[in-house]
């Protein structure tokens, strides 16, 4: 079983904490274990980086409230928060590049 040290696994809603500073939210769907497993190997990356950052996953199927609140369209989406304020989001990727753009935090002043 894979094991992540910065992401926290959502189990209930009140897990989610977005009120203080960074925090990011990765949603998915078990439909696409591949994607999934490439995105959060990334996601701990930055996790491991940027250690003020908080990391959630959530399955969407699990967590439907989470669609309609962050009008998701289409999974995995994760979402950068600031004080429970999206700052930015990205959709279906693969590519470290398009994490590397993404997640270029040093203008967010996140170390």
Same mark, same amino acid.
């Given at each position: ?5 910065k ?21 998915y ?20 980086? !940027?250690?003020?950052?908080?990391? &959630? ?5 699990? !967590?439907k409230? &989470?669609?309609?609140? &962050? ?10 928060? &600031? ?15 398009? !994490?590397?753009?993404? !997640? ?8």
């Amino acid at each position: 079983m894979l094991q992540f040290k910065k992401i926290k696994f959502l189990t209930r809603k009140q897990d989610l904490r977005l009120d203080k500073g960074y925090a990011f939210l990765y949603l998915y769907n078990t439909s696409n274990d591949f994607l999934n497993i490439k995105n959060l190997f990334n996601l701990e990356n930055i996790g491991l980086k !940027f250690n003020k950052i908080k990391i &959630y996953a959530a399955d969407i199927d699990y !967590f439907k409230l &989470y669609k309609m609140l &962050y009008n998701i369209e289409t999974v995995p989406t994760i979402i950068l928060f &600031y004080k429970r304020k999206e700052k930015k989001r990205l959709t279906k990727t693969l590519l470290r590049e398009d !994490f590397e753009k993404f !997640f270029n935090l040093e203008k967010y002043d996140v170390k």
